[in-house]
């Protein structure tokens, strides 16, 4: 007869004891940690709107110039907040994104006046709809026509 040497039972308890033990603790350490960032996300996005409705701006003037086919556009923040332009849009066609240049930052009861490059073809009497985005997703539209 052979004699067989197994481990006791009370060793094997022990073992998967440990096994179980650190397993609970990595999967608890994980829900903690996704419970945290899904908060701080939240948190965050609340905030994103809230700096959104507390920006405060109005486009006062727009001009277009023949010779350099370049727009003017004045923006005036009336708000108590310092917003960044984001992008620029002329009938849905981007023409001045956030990449561009560097960042336009109107400050709080500032008037800044935006000069833009645009390949569209402006035309007397057509209306155009100039689109203003701010970097925290605000937009203020502005129905504009080259008059003769």
Known sequence: MQHRRGISELY?????????????????????????NYEENIMHQEE??????????????IKWNNDTERFKI??????????E???IYINNEIVKSN???KD??????????????????????????ILVTTKNGSTKNFKWSKLL
């Open 48 to 61: 994103i709107k809230s700096k959104k409705l507390m920006e405060k701006y109005s486009i006062i003037y």
């Open 104 to 129: 336009i930052k109107i400050e709080s009861y500032q008037i800044k006046e935006i000069s833009i490059n645009t390949t569209i073809k402006i035309m007397d009497n057509v209306l155009y709809e």
């Open 85 to 87: 332009i984001g992008e």
């Open 74 to 83: 004045s923006i005036f923040n009336y708000g108590t907040y310092d917003i």
């Open 12 to 36: 094997a308890s022990v073992i998967l004891l440990i096994i179980i033990s650190s397993m609970g603790t990595i999967l608890y350490s994980y829900a903690i940690e996704t419970a945290l």
């Open 99 to 101: 990449s561009d240049n």
